[in-house]
């Protein structure tokens, strides 16, 4: 199983919202990312989880709340989001430095 | 910041055509890799090329790396409407965790 996949695919949301983003990987990888995506823009890097624990933060608001229950799981929470950030929300792992990724959610906060 | 940046911006080719995108970037490397994105959907690895490697071939795929330069190209040959993507190049650094820092990308058309 080479696929990481991820959980909605579309998620519609008011700023009063709590929601969750889901992604999973079968493939025994123990580093797992979360990436925000503009439209026209390269994927920018979020959190980073290296054996379920969270190593890398790049100064995400704390409006998004990243968990990681297992090493097949990693969860993105969301709650009270502005329209900023819409975007598409792209999970990944990695494998001796390549990294894997999955379809994506694509995130409209109103 | 290390983000590589890609040239062209866009590029327009007719089928069986070759394309040839450019990536440059700033700091020290492990690696570089190549990823393609399909409209608004996830990115599909290509090609890594190590910092020691100079050039790497997948199928269609050539890949170079000046690390004197700072520079990588990639090259599709005979190219396919199917090709029609963004393609992004990637510098791959272990700092603790392993982090890839993603270049603007290229948007590539190819015409049938």
């Known amino acids: 199983d080479t696929e990481v996949t991820q959980t909605p695919k579309h998620l519609v949301m008011g700023m009063t919202n709590k929601k969750s983003l889901k992604c999973e990987q079968h493939m025994g990888h123990r580093a797992m990312y979360w990436y925000k995506q503009k439209a026209k823009k390269p994927p920018e890097l979020m959190f980073v989880?290296?054996?379920?624990?969270?190593?890398i933060n790049e100064s995400v608001p704390s409006r998004f709340s990243p968990e990681c229950p297992n090493s097949s799981l990693l969860n993105l929470h969301l709650h009270a989001l502005q329209p900023e950030d819409s975007a598409l929300y792209l999970c990944?792992?990695?494998?001796?430095?390549?990294?894997?990724f999955g379809p994506g959610t694509r995130l409209l906060v109103l | 910041s290390q983000q590589g940046e890609e040239d062209p911006q866009a590029l327009s080719i007719q089928e069986g055509e070759n394309a040839t995108m450019n990536c440059s970037y700033k700091?020290?490397?492990?690696?570089l890799q190549w990823y393609r994105q399909n409209s608004g959907r996830g990115l599909v690895h290509l090609i890594l090329i190590r910092s020691n490697e100079r050039e790497k071939h997948s199928g269609r795929l050539r890949v170079t790396l000046d690390t004197s330069k700072k520079s990588s190209s990639l090259l599709i040959t005979a190219s396919r409407a199917a090709d029609t993507a963004s393609y992004f190049c990637?510098?791959?650094?272990?700092?603790?965790?392993?982090?890839?820092?993603f270049g603007k990308g290229t948007k590539l058309s190819v015409i049938p």
């Open positions: 989880y290296s054996y379920e624990k969270l190593s």
């Open positions: 700091t020290s490397i492990n690696n």
């Open positions: 990944a792992s990695s494998q001796e430095g390549t990294q894997y």
């Open positions: 990637a510098t791959g650094v272990r700092a603790g965790s392993y982090q890839l820092t």
